[in-house]
């Protein structure tokens, strides 16, 4: 790289090629003021606040769109640039209203910052006041654009980074300002409510509009988003030990300057009076509070005694993946030696728990094989069985911008249409449910292209007997194909709609090896991301709370492994495989597992009533959470657990990123963070000295956890760290499988692709529960985030206007979803791309889903439960 | 007299819009073109014209939009069947310029940026139409009138239909 040196301020200092003056400034530390410079963003230089002077000519120059010349000599404070500076202020000033005493951004307002530096105090000039009416009729976004000086950040975050297009500038000159498409309000525009704009404008246009709290906040703390598996790290604001406010953490996130609506505004449960206060025992059928000695010694006593006398294995643990890895450590831990028993699991049971084992298997790496800044660099994007922009809206941002500013070709294999179908090169409607015979269709036809042999499982599968029933015509998928084989820049994305689904695990290969023919592994902009996780999903995996694995993947069958971890604990962990969640619930029905313990997750809301049978079966259930949940209403101890604002750990995201959670705030009455609850229940059972902080439990996972041994507490507060980090100075491969060759791997076993779904006549319609922004989960979260309910506070039910019209529905008319185990009722919406037939389930913030509907099956190969698709009937009324 | 713009009836020139997003190709430097076209062939931008542009050429509508608001020669409502355009460059502003618009105003019945109900006339000023020697001046359609006094205003309007 050339360097360029320049003299700033009379100081000589040098930068690379191609920077501005005010990047090169801002490395070596010289403020220049600006209040339309983003380091995300490109720099337009709209509000010419960082004009410098150049020495020779004495020309004023914008220093965030000059770059750096050799030779140059620049002035930041001369007084030419002082004076236009202070002219610009001023002028600024006359058009905005004197509302600071009253206007939330308050002491964040940056322009009233920049003028108290430069002395300005009232302004001579005659006031042009812009009156504009202030719109907040959302919960989400207040607009006062009275106050906008026309940065044009909001307009830029909203298209450059979040690809989403709701704003641009309106009109020209004094009437100029953002404004959406046809000037709607915010709340009919194709705003997604990410508030990445509110978090970048410079002054009080843009602001919450119902803040979970007000107060002046004096300082904030970096910590990551408990939501959905993107990982993206926030700066969290608090006062009175209550959150006002969460922002983007810009730098070394993979989020940058932007967040989702979740992120940004769903945090508000935490403060929510359904809080779990106090640890509670039924006593007799009566529910009592009790203090936390009693709590833990009734649960150590009764799962020891439970297991002394029906034998440890008829003891279940279920963990979580809202919980942190150490807690998900020290509870398989718990599971493992203190009890003895291999039963244990994890929330990611009901997510993306085949996804992680099928490339385990396949690939050796259960998480992204790339990061996911590298779909950017993507040439070819499938979407498979997935909705990013509901489910993982950042990954979603990065995919959109490959499309839109990298012209990388998207194919989208959904039956919905959305922002990522109207930018689609080739949209292919598929029925849903037959996601792994469109992958399979995809997969010969790539390895015609290619030329490569055929494997005899995929010989004589004609393409139109492999779509039979799909939808998707043969030419699409030649079609596809020729786009997939364009580049070796292929990225392959999943969602729950590919890995959550019967089959689920099989369909999850079949992607592995198409990759694998496609040579997108171990390539730049290549890669497999599985876009079906939770904040913690892929750490709660690592930590081994699966009973196919011990920590690190390790077969938990395997003598050898047990072995080494026994070197470790002391003592030989339980010999595996335990069974899954389930086996687990199937075995409690039949009396033979007697007691549960479940952390942070609540089945009874996203399992079908056969899952409440199961535990009424039970001899003791524990449930330790942060709020009261169906389960937990079953439970025999109840344990007040501390919220992800409220505890210290790690979170690993789906791209393998370890990142740290802070406390910021205290949990509220006796509630404690799992960590401390574990380690005092692993003192009792154990005899294990009880773990001071969680950085003595990451501690001890280096040493189990053969891809996490060189992650340190000190060195997370620095940087993120990818796993494999094996080497405490490295920090971490990125893009995996570099060299991977391609292998034939096991036969697949087709018939549970291929397997169809059988029609019924009584229950014509099928319907499918789809992703939603404002909920995750059971929704014991966003139910109670009451920004997120307020706005999605209906279910809705997507058609076919034909459907709609048979039925004698008018748009937004209520109607109930009745299977043969139950109903649900929701608003109906028609939308004309839908395949006829098909009802797309978008749950609200609360409420539930579809698990009310279906009878209790699970897919052997994966353990999970169906839950996401019903046959149905539709009637009208609710 | 000529006629200043064509059709204003946008169901009328619907079917047009096919026609004319198939001539355009590229991204956004077909944008400016492109709602040339549009706006000659309907005297506006039919605002209902903006999603399918956007999609066209793969831009978002609120950019179009921004586009269309940003340029005076667009307009996003009909336009009268006459332009009359007022200069307030400083030339005529010291030769009176300023009761030429009012004037016009009155005599129309409506005030600058606006268009009369029964779309005979638009009605707009302009910072400088470069004839500064005819000051003051006003534009109908593309004829000048120039060194006007404010009673041969409306007979000047009068004659456009």
Redesign the interface.
């Known amino acids: 790289m050339e360097t360029v040196a320049i003299t700033l301020d009379g100081v000589p200092v040098s930068g690379r090629q191609g920077m501005t003056i005010l990047e090169l400034a801002r490395e070596v530390g010289v403020r220049i003021p600006s209040l339309c410079h983003e380091p995300s963003l490109k720099p337009v230089g709209a509000c010419r606040l960082c004009l410098v002077e150049e020495e020779a000519s004495r020309r004023l120059l914008a220093s965030c769109v000059t770059p750096i010349a050799s030779g140059m000599r620049i002035q930041t404070r001369s007084p030419a640039v002082l004076e236009a500076r202070r002219v610009i202020l001023q002028l600024m000033l006359a058009n905005h209203p004197e509302s600071c005493i009253v206007c939330d951004k308050g002491n964040r307002c940056q322009l009233r910052q920049l003028a108290a530096e430069a002395g300005i105090g009232l302004v001579d000039y005659d006031r042009m006041d812009s009156f504009v009416h202030t719109q907040e009729a959302n919960p989400f976004i207040k607009r006062d654009l009275g106050k906008c000086v026309l940065c044009g950040k909001c307009i830029r975050v909203d298209?450059e980074l979040v690809v989403?297009?709701?704003?641009?500038?309106?009109?020209?000159g004094f009437q100029a300002r953002p404004?959406?498409?046809?000037d709607r309000p915010l709340e009919r525009s194709?705003c997604t409510f990410c508030g990445s704009c509110v978090a970048v404008c410079p002054t009080g246009a843009l602001s919450d509009s119902t803040p979970v709290h007000l107060g002046t906040v004096g300082e904030r703390t970096a910590t990551t988003c408990s939501y959905c598996g993107c990982g993206c790290s926030i700066w969290v604001q608090v006062c009175e030990d209550r959150l006002v406010r969460v922002e983007p953490k810009t730098e070394g996130s993979v989020n940058k300057a932007s967040l989702c609506v979740r992120g940004h505004y769903g945090s508000g449960y935490l403060h929510s009076r359904d809080r779990l206060l106090n640890p509670m025992l039924r006593r007799k059928g009566e529910t009592v509070t009790v203090s936390w000695q009693e709590a833990l010694e009734e649960t150590a006593g009764r799962i020891m005694e439970i297991a002394s006398r029906h034998g440890p294995a008829s003891v279940g643990f279920f963990g979580s993946t809202q919980c942190t890895n150490e807690e998900n450590y020290l509870f398989q831990k718990l599971a493992r030696l203190g009890i003895g028993t291999p039963h244990v699991d994890n929330g990611a049971r009901f997510q993306g728990v085949s996804g992680i084992l099928a490339m385990q298997e396949e690939l050796g790496v259960s998480g992204a094989t790339h990061p996911l800044e590298e779909l950017e660099y993507a040439k070819v994007i499938l979407v498979i069985g997935a909705q990013p922009l509901e489910s993982h809206p950042v990954a979603s941002y990065a995919l959109k911008r490959a499309v839109?500013y990298k012209a990388a070709k998207l194919l989208y294999v959904s039956p919905l249409e959305d922002g990522l179908s109207?930018m689609a090169q080739l949209w292919i409607k598929g029925w849903p449910g037959f996601e792994g015979r469109i992958l399979l269709a995809l997969l010969k036809e790539v390895i015609l292209l290619k030329g490569s042999s055929m494997p005899r499982w995929l010989e004589g599968k004609e393409l139109g007997e492999l779509l039979q029933s799909t939808l998707v015509q043969p030419e699409e998928v030649e079609e596809a194909a020729k786009i997939l084989c364009s580049s070796s820049s292929c990225a392959l994305v999943f969602g729950r709609g590919l890995s959550s689904a019967p089959g689920g695990k099989e369909r999850v290969r079949i992607l592995v090896r198409l990759a694998m023919e496609l040579g997108c592994l171990g390539v730049a902009g290549g890669g497999i991301y599985p876009l079906d996780r939770a904040a913690n999903t892929q750490g709660a995996c690592d930590m081994g709370t699966l009973p196919e694995f011990l920590p690190g993947y390790r077969p938990s069958a395997d003598p050898g492994c047990r072995e080494e971890l026994a070197q470790l604990w002391g003592k030989l962990p339980a010999m595996g495989p335990g069974m899954s969640f389930p086996r687990m619930l199937e075995a409690a029905a039949r009396g033979e597992l007697r007691a549960l313990y479940i952390m942070g997750e609540n089945p009874l809301g996203l399992l079908p009533g056969y899952a409440a049978e199961a535990l009424s079966k039970l001899e003791f259930l524990v449930v330790q959470d942060i709020f009261p949940t169906a389960t937990s209403s079953m439970a025999h101890v109840v344990l007040p657990a501390a919220g992800f604002l409220e505890k210290e750990g790690t979170y690993t995201s789906l791209e393998r990123r370890i990142q740290r959670i802070r406390p910021v705030c205290s949990p509220p009455g006796g509630a404690r963070p799992d960590c401390w609850i574990l380690s005092a229940l692993l003192k009792r059972t154990a005899e294990l000295p009880e773990y001071e902080t969680p950085a003595e439990v990451m501690k001890e996972i280096t040493q189990c956890v053969p891809q996490m041994r060189g992650v340190r507490y000190a060195r997370l507060e620095a940087e993120p760290l990818f796993w494999p980090c094996t080497d405490p100075s490295a920090s971490g491969e990125r893009i995996l499988l570099r060299g991977k060759t391609h292998e034939q791997g096991v036969e697949p076993d087709l018939s549970r692709l291929l397997g169809m779904e059988r029609e019924d006549p009584d229950f014509p319609f099928l319907a499918v529960e789809g992703e939603s922004l404002f909920r995750v989960g059971s929704a014991s979260r966003s139910s109670r985030a009451g920004r997120l309910r307020e706005f999605s506070g209906q279910r809705l039910v997507f058609l076919h206007p034909i459907d709609m019209g048979r039925l004698d529905l008018e748009e937004q008319s209520r109607v109930r979803l009745v299977s043969r185990w139950g109903e649900l009722s929701a608003t109906a919406i028609s939308k004309p791309e839908i395949p006829r037939g098909l009802l797309w389930v978008v749950p609200a913030a609360q409420g539930r889903g579809l698990e009310g509907l279906v009878s209790w099956s699970w897919d052997p190969d994966s353990g999970m439960v169906q839950t996401s698709q019903a046959r149905v009937r539709l009637v009208r009324g609710s | 007299m000529e006629k200043a713009s064509g059709s204003a009836n946008p169901a009328e020139s619907q079917g047009n819009l096919g026609e004319l997003l198939e001539e355009a190709k590229g991204g956004r430097e077909a944008l400016i073109p492109l709602l040339q076209r549009i706006q000659e062939r309907c005297g506006y931008v039919p605002p209902e014209y903006l999603e399918p542009v956007a999609k066209h050429l793969g831009l978002f509508p609120s950019e179009v939009q921004a586009v269309v608001s940003f340029y005076s020669q667009f307009s996003l409502t009909p336009k009268g069947r006459h332009i009359v355009r007022v200069c307030r460059g400083t030339a005529c502003h010291v030769r009176g310029g300023k009761s030429i618009l009012r004037v016009a105003e009155e005599n129309l019945g409506i005030k600058e940026g606006q268009t009369r109900e029964d779309l005979r006339y638009s009605l707009e000023t302009v910072a400088c139409l470069g004839t500064c020697f005819l000051a003051p001046v006003m534009m109908v359609n593309r004829n000048y009138y120039g060194k006007l006094v404010p009673p041969q205003v409306l007979s000047i309007l009068r004659q456009y239909e």
């Open positions: 298209q989403v297009g709701a704003l641009d500038y309106f009109h020209r404004g959406t498409f046809l194709e839109k109207r």
